[in-house]
């Protein structure tokens, strides 16, 4: 068996585990609302046709905040659409994924659902088709108290009280010649530094979050950023990362060192800003907000497209995530929590159905997919400050990204309960073992160590008839002799071993 060294002292912190770290996204794409948070008549759904069931696997999965409503959807989405009574709302084309609006579920839908979830809701507003006057309206009409005509407005229909918001994305992805409202770096960068500007006036203490690339491979990556920071860097707070991985080539090696490109990505934004700051003279570090990432079979998305007409609501993107999906996902986080001085929300894409944790039938059950539980265990443990690893391990080849390690960590200290959580990935195909020395951690003993494997069915999945396929297993409890332990971590897994105070 190959054996992993790792050592960790909580001298060496990285910064809070930021509870935005672990949001998720509802976008009107394919059944992500409609059929999947939302469906009248359901039998488990509440009289505003709100599925119980899903909300329930919501707050099971410990998501933070929730962005929407998009994604490509909002870069041609008119929000006034979305309120006032139901019957009156207009039906729509939506562009971006080709398929009817019919705009039963809109704002105030939303800021009940987010409420009944427990999560903080973070809004995007359309500079696609739409620009800084319609995004004040949103603003006006949702955080303001009343006395004016939107404010009270959205109090004639059922919200006394102003929503609230606070994270507000200026935009989506509008470097993609795919997206409605297309634009060049300078044309949004202008557009987002007025908008944001207008919108602090309106409500100084909301948050802004700029749009970066949409994926690390467009031409324009760094660029853009540089560009549009130039722009907008003294109005906004975070700008954007995107990014989803492929497992459709079967280059199973590669998909597994993932958070080696993700990891490489956060550090390329964060020196891109940081240069623009040093050029501009700021003194105040932008974060990122990596509001979309996951693992998806995005080969499959034309197909979808191309294969109907003008639909409500189409099953769209629904993949079937497999156990060796749930390692990656799981090593993502790793790298989000590895880079918690820096980036300061996330949001995995999407909750429901549309490559999400979450999957539902149209009046049937709700049931946890394999990724659901690496994010669900990484929200409940990842609690307190991120302490910095420097793990010896051995490293193997891939064709995507060259020779990486074979062990991924981090590691979160509870400073006021005394627990120490070390979350582990083996990408190998044979067992590792680990090697742990806490001794710069005084007073622990082992609590558990949790693993999700995907060494002996690496395409298993859960599904409807069998939910509960791919879950976490417990096996031995690490044994701390003098601050020492070694523990086995199986072939291809992702892990969670829990330290405590001894009683």
């Known amino acids: ?62 998501v933070s905040v929730v962005r929407y409503p998009g994604g490509n959807f909002v870069s041609g989405y008119r929000w006034e659409d979305g309120v006032g009574p139901v019957g009156d709302r207009p039906r729509r084309l939506d562009l971006a994924w080709k398929t009817v609006e019919t705009n039963a579920f809109g704002l105030h839908e939303f800021m009940t659902w987010a409420d009944e979830a427990g999560v903080e809701p973070m809004m995007a507003v359309n500079l696609g088709t739409r620009g800084v006057q319609e995004a004040l309206d949103l603003l006006e009409y949702s955080n303001h108290p009343g006395g004016t005509h939107l404010s009270d407005q959205r109090r004639k229909n059922g919200a006394e009280d102003p929503f609230g918001v606070r994270l507000w994305c200026l935009g989506n992805e509008l470097d993609g010649p795919w997206q409605v409202g297309h634009k060049t770096a300078d044309e949004y960068g202008r557009l987002a530094a007025e908008a944001a500007r207008a919108m602090k006036m309106i409500d100084p203490s909301i948050s802004l979050v700029a749009c970066g690339s949409s994926n690390r491979r467009m031409p324009t990556f760094a660029s853009w950023e540089a560009t549009v920071l130039e722009h907008t860097y003294e109005h906004v707070d975070y700008i954007s990362a995107h990014t989803y991985y492929d497992p459709s080539d079967g280059d199973r090696a590669s998909l597994l060192a993932s958070a080696v490109d993700m990891d490489n990505f956060i550090t390329e934004v964060v020196a891109t800003a940081d240069h623009v700051a040093a050029k501009q003279r700021h003194r105040r570090k932008l974060k990122i907000s990596f509001d979309e990432w996951n693992v998806w079979y995005e080969a499959r998305l034309q197909a979808d497209l191309d294969r109907r007409g003008w639909v409500e609501a189409p099953a769209l993107i629904e993949d079937d995530f497999t156990a060796v999906d749930a390692v990656v996902v799981g090593d993502l986080l790793i790298t989000l929590l590895r880079h918690a001085d820096r980036v300061g929300v996330a949001a995995q894409a999407q909750l429901a159905n549309v490559i999400a944790p ?146």
């Open 1 to 62: 068996m190959r054996t992993a060294q790792l050592t960790i002292d909580p001298a060496f912190a990285i910064g809070p585990a930021d509870r935005r770290l672990f949001g998720s996204f509802v976008e009107h794409m394919g059944r992500c609302v409609y059929g999947g948070i939302y469906e009248p008549g359901h039998p488990e759904a509440d009289a505003l046709g709100l599925r119980r069931d899903v909300l329930e696997l919501t707050r099971e999965l410990g």
């Open 358 to 503: 979450i999957r539902t039938r149209n009046g049937g059950p709700a049931w946890r997919q394999s990724i659901f539980h690496p994010f669900a265990l990484t929200a409940r443990y990842a609690r307190g400050t991120v302490l910095r690893t420097e793990p010896v391990s051995p490293r193997y080849e891939t064709k995507k990204y060259g020779d990486v390690p074979v062990l991924d960590t981090v590691a979160v200290h509870d400073e006021e309960t005394g627990e120490l959580t070390v979350f582990a990935v083996n990408r190998g195909d044979t067992d590792l073992e680990l090697q742990l020395d806490l001794r710069g951690v005084s007073g622990l003993s082992g609590q558990s160590h949790l693993t999700l494997a995907a060494g002996d069915d690496p395409s298993a999945t859960n599904t409807e008839a069998e939910p509960d396929k791919v879950t976490p297993r417990e096996l031995n409890t690490p044994t701390l002799d003098a601050g020492r332990c070694s523990v086995r971590l199986p072939a291809v897994s992702w892990n969670v071993l829990r330290f405590g105070n001894r009683p």
